[in-house]
């Protein structure tokens, strides 16, 4: 089969307008600002404010990648929503986000890979372009974790922001691949370690189940040994599979999850701080959101320059994780 290549059209972002900063939640916890930025890089979280949800962002990120490629609703042939904690389990956020941006050729579903989504969605993304049977395809991740956080839980509350970003791939005409290498992985003996439960009721006439909470519960020290050695090799991994060295690379654009780790894998790879994409201190987690929206961001501010080339790297619940070496096109918005 003839693959066809593809690519990155443009990247889109929205966030809630509410700001709570980290000295806002000593009203609520026994937290300081000293605590939450000296251990996570976190100062501040955006967060989804009364009726707001990831339906709202997701489409407002939709709009914006669309809106920077020129391209219509019309004109998109699938949309693939990475989220987490979607409004509506049915229908989908997909079919929301079709039916708002007037894609009336798309089909359109969701996925859920956590704080991964996004590069699982690029997995599936670029085998839809690939078959040659869909051309544009609109990729989403948008998340509000904070609607699901155990707000008395300061060991995992403190972390999460609300958000969304979106990716518009389609087949490149010149033939030159934008996604130079792309790896994604899970291991689901690990899955304990970050959870959050959908749990309904059952029927009347059967035994009622133990009521369960949809709270986000996470083994902090657990995840970060776990990322500590598979998100390098993640990386190293995916480098290989391009032919490149770290000295190829022009920026790395991690999962902003905890500033630390993100510092351990600029070590790992040398980069310089110039080379690193951070903004984890406004935005905290933003799950799948995370690496769309510090793309977005760094593009949008000039911090990432074009022509380029990056390593966008995620991991999280699943356990899953994944990196992905792509080429930033002259002039890519
Ligand atoms: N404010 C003040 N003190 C706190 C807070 C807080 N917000 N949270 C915990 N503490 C206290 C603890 O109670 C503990 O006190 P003790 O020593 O008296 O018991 C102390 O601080 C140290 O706690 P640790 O849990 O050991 O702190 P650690 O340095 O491990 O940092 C953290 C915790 C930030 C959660 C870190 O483990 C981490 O970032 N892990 C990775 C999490 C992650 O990346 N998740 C990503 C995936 S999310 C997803 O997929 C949905």
Not at 126 to 137: H, I, P
Not at 216 to 237: A, D, L, Q, R
Not at 298 to 310: E, H, L, M, Q, V
Request: aromatic share 6%.
């Amino acid at each position: 089969m003839n693959y066809k290549p593809v690519q990155i059209l443009s990247i889109g972002m929205a966030v809630p307008k509410k700001v709570v900063t980290n000295d806002d939640l000593t009203k609520i916890l026994d937290t300081s600002d000293e605590w939450i930025s000296t251990r996570t890089g976190i100062k501040q979280r955006h967060i989804a404010d009364g009726d707001e949800n990831s339906t709202l962002f997701g489409i407002e990120a939709a709009k914006d990648a669309l809106q920077k490629a020129g391209v219509s609703g019309e004109e998109v042939d699938a949309i693939v929503v990475a989220s987490s904690n979607p409004y509506n389990i049915y229908p989908s956020t997909g079919c929301a986000i079709q039916e708002a941006i007037g894609a009336k050729n798309a089909i359109a579903f969701d996925i859920t890979a956590a704080c991964t989504g996004m590069l699982y969605a690029l997995e599936i993304g670029r085998s839809f372009v690939a078959t040659g049977k869909y051309k544009n395809v609109l990729l989403v991740a948008t998340d509000t974790n904070t609607k699901f956080l155990d707000w008395t839980d300061r060991t995992s509350c403190v972390l999460f922001g609300d958000g969304a970003g979106a990716i518009l791939i389609t087949e490149a005409k010149d033939g030159v691949d934008d996604i130079i290498a792309l790896n994604v992985n899970a291991d689901g003996t690990m899955g304990r370690h970050i959870q959050m439960n959908l749990v309904g009721d059952n029927c009347p006439l059967v035994e009622p189940a133990t009521s369960g909470q949809q709270k986000i519960t996470m083994n902090g020290k657990e995840v970060y040994k776990f990322v500590m050695h598979t998100m390098p090799e993640s990386i190293m991994k995916c480098l290989e599979d391009a032919g490149l060295e770290p000295k190829d690379i022009d920026y790395l654009v991690p999962h902003q999850a905890n500033l630390r780790i993100i510092e351990g894998l600029q070590s790992r790879l040398e980069f310089n701080d110039e080379k690193v994409i951070v903004n984890i201190d406004k935005y905290g987690n933003t799950s799948a959101a995370s690496v769309p929206i510090a793309l977005s961001e760094a593009i949008a501010s000039g911090k990432i320059k074009t022509p380029s080339k990056a390593i966008l790297c995620a991991f999280g619940a699943g356990m899953a994780w994944g990196s992905a070496v792509v080429r930033l096109r002259e002039g890519l918005k």
